[in-house]
Antibody, heavy 117, light 106 residues
Framework: EVQLVESGGGLIQPGGSLRLSCAAS????????MSWVRQAPGKGPEWVSV???????NYADSVKGRFTISRDTSKNTLNLQMNSLKAEDTAVYYC???????????WGQGTLVTVSS | EIVMTQSPATLSVSPGERATLSCRAS??????LAWYQQKPGQAPRLLIY???TRATGFPVRFSGSGSGTEFTLTISSLQSEDFAVYYC?????????FGQGTKVEI
């Protein structure tokens, strides 16, 4: 059974850093692309970043240069290093795996990141 | 970036009635369109992919149609468990983009 469990969220001051992790089970994190998707309170989901099976990465313009996606195949985890955090980064962050290549069929429960002084 | 526009923002429907939700893309996404259902406090759940293929676990009263820039999600006879927020998402181009959602309420 595929499971995704995020951790690492919390309250952080503007300009601070946070590292999110997503522990995967039931599949290898390198077997397909995986994304981080966030959802601000009362808003629709927003794609943040992707790491492809070959290791290439891509980012939304809103986080480019501040966030870094990575994976640890030995621990089967997906990570998101978030630096220079802004108030507008406040959201629930989900890791997500596609259903084959047709939309995200697997989501974690999410971890809340609150950027506030 | 492809902008996904959903309408209406809120749809008030009675149980047993039909609900029709729309999603428009700012440029063609072919059939690379997914619909998600989200209930309070939960992650989105894949409902429809490839514009019209129902995901595992969802009943036949849910159907998707469309291609290119115009898409529709239809719930033929609303049940109490269907009241939720529905999002469309295009995965034809990066960045993948989501609509702002349609809340289906009683």
């Amino acid at each position: 059974e595929v499971q995704l469990v995020e951790s690492g969220g919390g309250l952080i001051q503007p300009g601070g850093s946070l590292r999110l992790s997503c522990a995967a089970s039931g599949f290898a994190v390198s077997s397909n692309y995986m994304s981080w998707v966030r959802q601000a309170p009362g808003k629709g989901p927003e794609w943040v970043s992707v790491i492809y099976s070959g290791g290439d990465t891509n980012y939304a313009d809103s986080v480019k240069g501040r966030f870094t996606i990575s994976r640890d195949t030995s621990k089967n985890t997906l990570n998101l290093q978030m630096n220079s955090l802004k108030a507008e980064d406040t959201a629930v962050y989900y890791c997500a795996r596609p259903h084959y290549n047709y939309g995200y069929g697997y989501w974690g429960q999410g971890t809340l990141v609150t950027v506030s002084s | 970036e492809i902008v996904m526009t959903q309408s209406p923002a809120t749809l008030s429907v009675s149980p047993g009635e039909r609900a029709t939700l729309s999603c428009r893309a700012s440029q063609s996404v072919s059939s690379n369109l997914a619909w998600y259902q989200q209930k309070p406090g939960q992650a989105p759940r894949l409902l429809i992919y490839d514009a019209s293929t129902r995901a595992t676990g969802f009943p036949v009263r849910f159907s998707g149609s469309g291609s290119g820039t115009e898409f529709t999600l239809t719930i033929s006879s609303l049940q109490s468990e269907d009241f939720a927020v529905y999002y469309c998402q295009q995965y034809n181009n990066w960045p993948q983009t989501f609509g702002q959602g349609t809340k289906v309420e009683i």
